[in-house]
């Protein structure tokens, strides 16, 4: 069966520090996003990719990057850790178009 | 850009009545709306969703209803039960992304 996925689940990392958290979907959907989830703010969008070599800054992407270099993988990295990027990191993907978006269990990172 | 607000950001109800969540969109053009609901510890997954050609559309106990001309849009869940505890999100959908509400905590007392 199709799913998507993200490494790892659980993550401490210390400031300053880069960080690379893994999303990789076997839907073969163009569409990719990463979102972080605060109490709070619901879903914040901070990277999407409609497909390879193609990247875009959502609404918090400071601090962040993604590289999409093939249909499955879209990984996003903290340059430099802070603080205040300790949340749940989501993935999701979906087909082109208004459809359902599926997303994968959650990274939870931790920032110290 | 797309703005999407949720309402109310948390509600408790007694098992077997109905809950009812509202969200409202800025964008005219979005065209696509759907509700999320995610569990404690789990990832969102889609539970209804509508077109902005539809009105209303149902599935078993949970209703959406869309009013373009306003721009909000509700979901409706009747005869709730403990197992609908949980965050729902509203979204909208607009040029290949989505724009999600920030939540309603739904707590359903047995």
């Known amino acids: 069966d199709a799913e998507i996925t993200q490494s790892p689940r659980h993550k401490i990392t210390e400031t300053g520090r880069q960080v690379t958290l893994a999303c990789h979907q076997t839907w073969n959907h163009n569409n990719m996003f990463w979102y972080r989830q605060d109490l709070g703010h619901g879903l914040r969008l901070i990277h999407y990719s409609y497909g390879v070599q193609d990247t875009n800054k959502g609404e918090v992407s400071d601090g962040y990057s993604v590289s999409r270099s093939n249909t499955e993988d879209l990984p996003l990295t903290l340059e430099s850790a802070a603080s205040s990027q300790t949340s749940v990191y989501f993935c999701?993907?979906?087909?082109?178009?208004?459809?359902?978006?599926?997303f994968g269990p959650g990274t939870r990172l931790t920032v110290t | 850009g797309e703005n999407v607000e949720q309402h109310p950001s948390t509600l408790s109800v007694q098992e077997g009545d109905s809950a009812v969540i509202k969200c409202t969109y800025s964008?005219?053009?979005?065209?696509?709306f759907p509700w999320y609901k995610q569990e404690l510890g789990k990832r969102p997954q889609l539970i209804i969703d509508i077109r902005s050609n539809v009105g209303e559309k149902k599935d078993q106990r949970i209703a959406v209803t869309l009013n373009k001309t306003a721009k909000h849009f509700s979901l409706h869940i009747t005869e709730t039960q403990p197992e609908d505890s949980a965050v729902y999100f509203c979204?909208?959908?607009?040029?290949?992304?989505?724009?999600f509400g920030s939540g309603t905590k739904l707590n359903v007392k047995p």
């Open positions: 979204a909208s959908h607009d040029f290949n992304k989505f724009y």
């Open positions: 999701a993907s979906s087909e082109g178009g208004p459809g359902e978006q599926y």
């Open positions: 964008d005219s053009a979005s065209n696509y």
